[in-house]
């Protein structure tokens, strides 16, 4: 939710509104928590626990029959574990886990309440590193106070408070759904899952017929070829999006971390060179030549030879049925 607040420029209230109206079936408010437990602390925790007799903090159960996820109760809940977490664990291991989460939640972290990070976790190591029988060595009265303001001897619990305050940009939500809750918001920014290629494509997807128990479909990052009968060819189905009106460039740009590059090459020669720019490039010979140039990886001497590049990536793609959708 934190990238998704940045994409969006949403409030509060719009995130808190988009986690309800998304719960339960496609938010999912642990799973960044449950990933840095299991990653980071839990060896550590484990260790400790049989070490010292202690009992590990466990987090939140979350009861998915309830009508309404209450953010602001999972987000103290997620706050005492957190901090019961610090009592166990080295607080370099727990930077590192918590540091996981905010690089998942947002584009940049070294913003997200760096002065309350830093005092918490220096703290920390001076607990660590501090002799705890020099806690109660014995002061003359006078010596006292200014004893007391250097010996550290607990840390407040709002030293731990912007945990709380995360929280809801920690949440977990589903691609398809949260651009399908804002049809009519523009994107302001590109971040990571929420690139404007793959809003388009979303919002163009045919809605999903009303179900008792809906299902919610992610957009495969790498699309597959559908498989088909013996007897006929694999699709691959590709969104306008992707390819009509767009530049040569853009489409090859756009298309690569989705498509296999037969694909791409099939699209660029059959479907493409309709601007101004790319007249030059509309006969057969012209087209395939300046796709070539475009797709190859390095630079032949002369026209022919990104023609013969071209050729074996469009036999290829003769064995499959790539359609527009």
């Known amino acids: 939710m934190g990238r998704v607040r940045q994409a969006y420029a949403l409030n509060d209230n719009e995130v808190e509104n988009a986690i309800q109206a998304l719960w339960p079936d496609a ?99 001076r607990l660590e590193t501090t002799d705890p029988l020099e806690q109660y060595e014995q002061y003359s009265k006078d010596e006292f106070v200014s004893a007391y303001e250097e010996k550290i001897l607990y840390i407040p619990h709002s030293s731990y408070h912007f945990i709380a305050q995360i929280f809801p940009d920690t949440v977990l939500v589903d691609t398809v759904a949260i651009i399908r809750h804002f049809p009519n918001y523009p994107l302001r920014q590109e971040v990571k899952g929420l690139m404007q290629r793959i809003v388009d494509y979303v919002l163009n997807l045919p809605e999903p017929e009303a179900s008792p128990t809906p299902k919610i479909i992610a957009p495969p990052s790498e699309p597959a070829a559908e498989e088909q009968p013996l007897d006929q060819k694999p699709i691959f189905r590709v969104p306008a999006s992707f390819w009509e009106w767009k530049s040569d460039a853009y489409v090859r740009d756009a298309m690569k971390d989705e498509y296999p590059l037969f694909v791409i090459a099939f699209v660029l020669v059959n479907w493409c060179g309709v601007t101004k720019a790319q007249a030059s490039h509309k006969t057969p010979k012209g087209r395939k030549t300046h796709v070539g140039r475009l797709l190859a990886e390095k630079e032949y001497k002369d026209d022919k030879s990104y023609r013969n590049f071209i050729d074996p990536l469009l036999e290829e793609a003769g064995n499959y049925t790539i359609l527009k959708a």
């Not at 080295?90 to 918590?98: A, H, N, P, R, S």
Request: net charge negative; aromatic share 16%; hydrophobic share 45%.
């Open 27 to 125: 938010v999912f408010p642990l799973e960044l928590w449950r990933k840095a437990y299991e990653t980071y602390w839990r060896a550590f925790a484990d260790i400790n626990q049989a070490a010292y007799k202690v009992e590990g903090p466990a987090l939140p159960e979350l009861d998915t029959e309830k009508k309404y996820f209450h953010t602001h109760l999972c987000a103290l809940d997620v706050l005492a574990f957190f901090k019961k977490m610090s009592e166990i664990i080295q607080g370099k291991v727990l930077q590192e886990g918590l540091r996981y989460i905010l690089e998942e939640s947002y584009e940049e972290i070294d913003v997200v309440f760096p002065e309350e990070r830093e005092f918490l976790f220096s703290t920390l190591l």
